[in-house]
């Protein structure tokens, strides 16, 4: 059982470790979500945590719990002073601003001597142990749980559903807003640092557009009702590609057919509670009857 174990690990930790932070990513985006914005930074976030955790531990030598705050500092920082004109915006418009911080923060990351250029970070520590990533992820469910019961997650759920009727019951909407910004690029960057301290290289690449919209896909393939879509999702998506693999070239293909699926026939996601709970109802009528 042991060696069993042994040789799992040795093959899998990766994608062991892949899907916490995914999943923490996925949460992270689902925070601005649940309070109606959409926002394409989370990559750049993430980004932002990455790099300054690896040069802390890789210049600095100060403990690993100590780079991971500076990680979700950095980028809630940063988040915090960009967010208060820019959450002015909604819709589209936050969308396209947000993802052109994401396109600033990469240009600028590929430019600086610090950050190794195009060349990105290599020989970053491999600190990021699998308790690490379970640890964080179930203070980040625990901490969204609270959130959601409390008067701020009331808030944010009036937001997402109106937000001028929201400002007229005297919710600060603007408050609000940014505190769900700023919460989620802290996640999104010590998601960011765990996920550099375990694949050893990180580049300027690995923080583009394209990783912005698996981190919303994730979220919304897995559903935005509750905590546990966005955590499925990310899960499912992670794994998918090494379930896939027997198709090789046709793997990307199959990944998005089945997204398109999920979209066409599952609008509100693979975990929709409503939905989940209308057809355990039917199913115990037709039983009854």
Known sequence: MLEWWDGFWATYSAVVFGVGVNAMLALSIYLTLSCG???????????????AASLITMQTGWPFPVALLAAGVFPAVVALIIGIPTLRLSGVYLAMATLGFGEVVRVIILNMDITGGPMGLNGIPQKTEFWHILLLLGATLFLLGRIRRSRIGRAFESIKEDE???RLMGIDVSGYKLLAFTLGAAIAGVAGGLNAHYTFTIG???????N?????TMAVFGGTSSLIGPTLGATILTLMPEVLRQFKDFRLAANGL????????????????????????RRKAQGAN
């Not at 912005?212 to 919303?216: E, H, M």
């Not at 089945?258 to 109802?281: C, E, S």
Request: zero cysteines; charged letters at 15%; glycine letters at 12%.
């Open 164 to 166: 001028i009727a929201a």
């Open 204 to 210: 300027p690449g690995n923080y583009a557009f394209e």
């Open 212 to 216: 912005a919209v698996d981190i919303l």
């Open 37 to 51: 914005l959409l926002s394409l930074g989370n990559a750049a976030f993430m980004g932002i945590g990455a790099y």
């Open 258 to 281: 089945i997204l398109v699926l999920v979209i066409l026939y599952l609008p509100k996601g693979i975990w929709d509670p409503r939905r989940i709970r209308g057809f355990w109802a």
